[in-house]
């Protein structure tokens, strides 16, 4: 092993960018319009070590309650600990598989009481939904109960409850991790996460995530990745790389994980294997090298000795363009390139334009896409789609009333955009005859969101879409179709108690959307894209309204009502504000990344 590969081994850590002076937890709680929000819990990244309560003598019944709903975020052997305070009787009944629902602003109202007997009313506000394997999801509503106690021996137990674990979300966040689990875009050349909560002290972190990862993604994903690593499985325990025992798998000396039946793979296969595991090891920060087999044997002798995140760095799923496309922006309706000094105008169409609405950059930025007002009085269409070499001739692809802004997929230079607020196209170029072609795309699933689609971005894996639909915010999966168009389904509220209409909104990672809403005193949130967590970003400098926002990994930029800024997000807490981005101070533009 090389000193190169050794420094390459440092734990990194996949969601710096969503890093917050504000929380706003699962999903319900809603942004007010003309104060900050409370921060009202945070993800930990460290090993939390959460003690859960027990009964306590003399115990006050409103009391237990509360103290029982604090222990079932334990769910080890099926919620032990929290069965301690029922009665014999109510913990045979209890079916804590159910369902499990996440609370807030839990109130236990007494409804009666003698010696020996009580009951409460349990009320609440619905946040979160936790499905099977950990997946979350984001939920609004009201949740109402009925809770009887007895006493036994003297002592307060619940004797009558209703099937299904609630977990007061305080609790549940010092309890459960967020982790990702990755598996693969359909062409095989990155990895995408599928975010999960688990419950489990560090040490058994790898066994769960590796039993996850070969369960396979969430249903919502299920059409639109691969996973090598249903095609094997783990007998034997991961072990330190070491080979001593691993019970715990986790250590200076790295991981030892023996697939069986990875020696049936082709060697691709193997190495797509060992990318979802890597990355998925990596980003929960369990420390390498990871040294994978199958069937006793390397899982590729290059990296006999382990591999790390350089090893598999081509399906690195934070992996973006824009520091090579660099920074462009939108003046006086055509398409200018941002250097530190300011701006240069682009050659070709897009650059000379002066009417151009919207632009998009292809994900290596050969290629544009904008859309242009026709100058054509109404009834006739307003707008144009522009597509060609962004410093070439652009070449019109359709026209209509109006068009989002557009966005370009990944794997196939084909660009995205919808017409007249409910018609989802993409626009490619026919191999044969070199003519632009409109497909249209499947949204059947999306009908019954509402009404108007007002934004739609691509993730950088294509594999989902972020969406705003009547001022809503939704992710939705892209899912190729035998006859090779697409559809657009599965979609899920993602930003429930927003508070206020999303304007526009951006990708940041495969993890996190950034969401700029018709609000003063928050204008700006990133978005987890399992809908359990909303983090308010910093808004001192910005002027209300922010109309877009583009963002990568590092950097968000927005465009206010007066110039455009830019937040980056690796600054420290306490130093997080909005900047005027060098070379375009003083002037009204909007900023474009690449997609």
Not at 244 to 263: E, M, N, P, Q, Y
């Amino acid at each position: 092993m090389t000193g190169e590969r050794r420094r390459g081994r440092g734990r990194i850590s996949l969601t710096a960018a969503l890093l917050a002076v504000a929380v706003v937890v699962g999903g319900c709680a809603s942004l007010p319009e003309s104060s900050s929000p409370q921060a009202i819990g945070t993800i930990t990244r460290e090993p939390v070590v959460v003690s859960v309560p027990v009964p306590t003598p003399g115990r006050e019944p409103d009391l237990l309650l509360r103290d029982f709903f604090s222990a079932s975020t334990d769910p080890a052997d099926k919620h032990l600990a929290a069965r301690q305070f029922l009665t014999p009787a109510a913990s045979d009944r209890w079916d804590d598989t159910a369902s499990t629902t996440v609370v807030d602003k839990v109130d236990v109202l007494p409804e009666s009481r003698a010696d020996d007997q009580a009951t409460y009313t349990i009320r609440a506000n619905r946040v979160g939904q936790l499905d099977d394997g950990g997946q979350y999801q984001a939920v609004e509503g009201n949740f109402e109960a009925k809770v009887r106690l007895s006493k036994v021996n003297g002592e307060w137990r619940i004797d009558d409850l209703p099937p299904g674990v609630i977990m007061d979300r305080p609790q549940f966040l010092k309890t459960y991790q967020r982790k990702a689990l990755y598996f693969l875009d359909p062409s095989g050349t990155t990895v995408v996460p599928d975010l999960r909560w688990i419950s489990a002290t560090q040490e058994q972190m790898p066994g769960r995530l590796i039993e996850l990862l070969i369960a396979g993604p969430k249903p919502a994903l299920s059409d639109a990745v691969q996973n090598m690593a249903g095609k094997v499985s783990v007998l034997a325990p991961i072990t330190k790389a070491d080979g001593r025992s691993a019970g715990v798998g986790v250590g200076f000396g790295g991981l030892h994980i023996d697939f069986t039946g990875a020696s049936a793979l082709d060697q691709n296969a193997r190495d797509l294997l060992a990318a979802q595991v890597v990355w998925t090891l990596a980003a929960a920060e369990i420390s390498g090298p990871y040294v994978l087999t199958g069937d006793g044997a390397p899982l590729d002798e290059r990296y006999a000795n382990g591999w790390t995140t350089a090893d598999v760095s081509s399906t690195n799923p934070m992996a973006t363009t824009s520091t090579t496309v660099g920074l462009h922006g939108l003046v006086d309706g055509a398409l200018v390139a941002v250097n530190d000094t300011g701006v240069s105008a682009m050659p070709g169409y897009f650059g000379t334009a002066t009417t151009l609405e919207s632009i998009a950059l292809s994900r290596d930025g050969r290629l544009a896409a904008a859309v242009a007002d026709t100058g054509k009085p109404e009834p006739e269409p307003r707008s144009a789609l522009m597509v060609g070499p962004v410093e070439g001739f652009a070449t019109p692809a359709l026209e209509a009333g109006s068009m989002t802004r557009p966005t370009w997929s990944r794997t196939e230079p084909a660009v995205w955009t919808v017409v007249d607020g409910t018609s989802v196209v993409r626009v490619v170029r026919d191999p044969q005859g070199g003519q632009l072609v409109v497909l249209p795309v499947d949204t059947a699933d999306l009908a019954p969101l509402g009404a108007t689609i007002t934004e739609l971005r691509l993730s950088r894996d294509g594999v989902r879409a972020a969406l705003i639909v009547d001022g809503k915010v939704y992710v939705a999966t892209v899912v190729p179709r035998p006859d090779g168009g697409y559809a657009l389904t599965a979609p899920r509220p993602v930003a429930i108690g927003l508070g206020s209409p999303a304007l526009s909104l951006d990708w940041s990672s495969g993890e996190a959307i950034v969401v700029a809403r018709a609000a003063s005193d928050i204008p700006v949130v990133s978005v987890a894209v399992d809908g359990s967590r909303m983090d308010a970003l910093p808004s001192r400098n910005l002027s209300a309204p922010v109309s877009s926002v583009d963002a990568s990994v590092t950097t968000v930029f927005v465009a206010d009502a007066r110039a455009v800024f830019q937040l980056n997000n690796n600054d420290p807490a306490g130093d997080r504000y909005w900047r005027e981005v060098p070379g375009l101070t003083g002037v009204k533009a909007i900023p474009i990344l690449p997609g």
